[in-house]
């Protein structure tokens, strides 16, 4: 049985409670929020012993791994609280406020020689990993781009970031994970139109390692939820609907068939059939702590590395900074 807490019961907190409470092999022994009232409302749904001071509850349970799921700019300081008492660390994402105070959690990690995984669901989402392992095995051949829409409504929870650390973190990090390949440059457009203090929506463009160009459609302003990623290809395009947890290829009957293998040049793109693959359904959040604590336990590898979270964390600084100062970004090797 592995002893876990929570620290930050807002809106992603609240299910990673509700989550860990459902596995039979791991014992919510606690929970804590600014909000003691927040917290209290938790532990009587879902059990442990609420705290309106992490730092006691730290100190007063038996602990085998923590989820951190505070506001942003509140994670190096948690962070490094946990980290100090040696306990193995999830910290929803982003990994940090700024890159600087990313590497700081990365290096007490180390130091410490704890477990460190970031919080990036998408990752787990069964229609994602199910594309990557059909771009694996060659099935789309040459990548030519991959568009993210992740659009819809404000959400009130949203208040120390904009809608590039928000959203397009997560769409910055699977375009990574998919392809295999780093960003190396990115363009972006983005404006202010609802949220006081930071950007709400942004068009971006992003070129990778590999040759292959994404583009970023994202915003707060959208009065339905859109969440889709298409891999456009030689072969033809995949459609992932991160919602439905579908997986789609739309064949491009040019290179259908045998004759595909003597072709050496792409001749042409036309229409051809439309598969539905099957994709086992999952909570995406359920299957990350599950990954998290198996890494906990020595059963498999971190998932997420810190490293991958301030990737994805430096890529989408450099989205905001592009938007702002209307200027393409190189991104170091």
């Given at each position: 049985?592995?002893?876990?807490?929570?620290?930050?019961?807002?809106?992603?907190?609240?299910?990673?409670?509700?989550?860990?409470?459902?596995?039979?092999?791991?014992?919510?022994?606690?929970?804590?929020?600014?909000?003691?009232?927040?917290?209290?409302?938790?532990?009587?749904?879902?059990?442990?012993?609420a705290?309106?001071?992490?730092?006691?509850?730290?100190?007063?349970?038996?602990?085998?791994?923590?989820?951190?799921?505070?506001?942003?700019?509140?994670?190096?300081?948690?962070a490094?609280?946990?980290?100090?008492r040696?306990?193995?660390?999830?910290?929803?994402?982003?990994?940090?406020?700024?890159?600087?105070?990313?590497?700081?959690?990365?290096?007490?990690?180390?130091?410490?020689?704890?477990?460190?995984?970031i919080?990036?669901?998408?990752?787990?989402?069964?229609?994602?990993?199910?594309?990557?392992?059909?771009?694996?095995?060659?099935?789309?051949?040459?990548?030519?781009?991959?568009?993210?829409?992740?659009?819809?409504?404000?959400?009130?929870?949203?208040?120390d970031?904009?809608?590039?650390?928000?959203?397009?973190?997560?769409?910055?990090?699977?375009?990574?994970?998919?392809?295999?390949?780093?960003?190396?440059?990115?363009?972006?457009?983005?404006?202010?139109?609802?949220?006081?203090?930071?950007?709400?929506?942004?068009?971006?463009?992003?070129?990778?390692?590999?040759?292959?160009?994404?583009?970023?459609?994202?915003?707060?302003?959208?009065?339905?939820?859109?969440?889709?990623?298409?891999?456009?290809?030689?072969?033809?395009?995949?459609?992932?609907?991160?919602?439905?947890?579908?997986?789609?290829?739309?064949?491009?009957?040019?290179?259908?068939?045998?004759?595909?293998?003597?072709?050496?040049?792409?001749?042409?793109?036309?229409?051809?059939?439309?598969?539905?693959?099957?994709?086992?359904?999952?909570?995406?959040?359920?299957?990350?702590?599950?990954?998290?604590?198996?890494?906990v336990?020595?059963?498999?590898?971190?998932?997420?590395?810190?490293?991958?979270?301030?990737?994805?964390?430096?890529?989408?600084?450099?989205?905001?900074?592009?938007?702002?100062?209307?200027?393409?970004?190189?991104?170091?090797?």
């Amino acid at each position: 049985m592995t002893r876990v807490a929570v620290i930050g019961v807002g809106a992603m907190g609240r299910n990673h409670v509700r989550v860990y409470s459902e596995m039979s092999d791991v014992e919510l022994v606690g929970v804590a929020d600014a909000d003691g009232k927040a917290a209290e409302a938790m532990s009587r749904r879902f059990g442990g012993q609420a705290y309106s001071d992490y730092r006691r509850l730290l100190d007063e349970q038996p602990i085998d791994a923590v989820t951190i799921a505070v506001p942003t700019g509140d994670h190096l300081a948690v962070a490094e609280d946990v980290i100090a008492r040696g306990l193995p660390v999830l910290i929803e994402k982003p990994i940090a406020a700024t890159v600087p105070e990313g590497q700081a959690i990365i290096a007490a990690a180390e130091r410490a020689g704890v477990v460190l995984m970031i919080g990036h669901i998408e990752r787990f989402n069964p229609a994602v990993i199910a594309l990557k392992d059909h771009l694996a095995q060659g099935e789309l051949g040459r990548v030519f781009q991959i568009d993210a829409h992740r659009q819809g409504p404000f959400p009130a929870r949203v208040k120390d970031v904009g809608v590039v650390v928000d959203l397009a973190v997560h769409d910055l990090d699977v375009m990574r994970y998919v392809s295999g390949s780093e960003i190396v440059r990115v363009y972006a457009e983005t404006g202010q139109r609802v949220h006081s203090t930071r950007e709400d929506l942004v068009t971006g463009l992003v070129r990778l390692r590999d040759g292959s160009i994404g583009t970023l459609t994202i915003n707060w302003l959208t009065p339905t939820k859109i969440r889709e990623l298409y891999v456009t290809g030689e072969r033809g395009m995949f459609r992932v609907d991160y919602l439905t947890q579908d997986l789609y290829f739309f064949e491009n009957a040019t290179v259908s068939g045998s004759e595909w293998q003597t072709l050496q040049v792409l001749r042409g793109v036309s229409e051809g059939r439309m598969i539905r693959h099957v994709v086992a359904k999952k909570e995406p959040l359920r299957a990350e702590q599950e990954a998290f604590l198996a890494a906990v336990r020595g059963e498999a590898p971190v998932t997420v590395t810190g490293l991958d979270g301030l990737k994805a964390l430096a890529l989408a600084q450099a989205v905001v900074t592009s938007g702002l100062e209307h200027r393409p970004i190189v991104l170091e090797d």
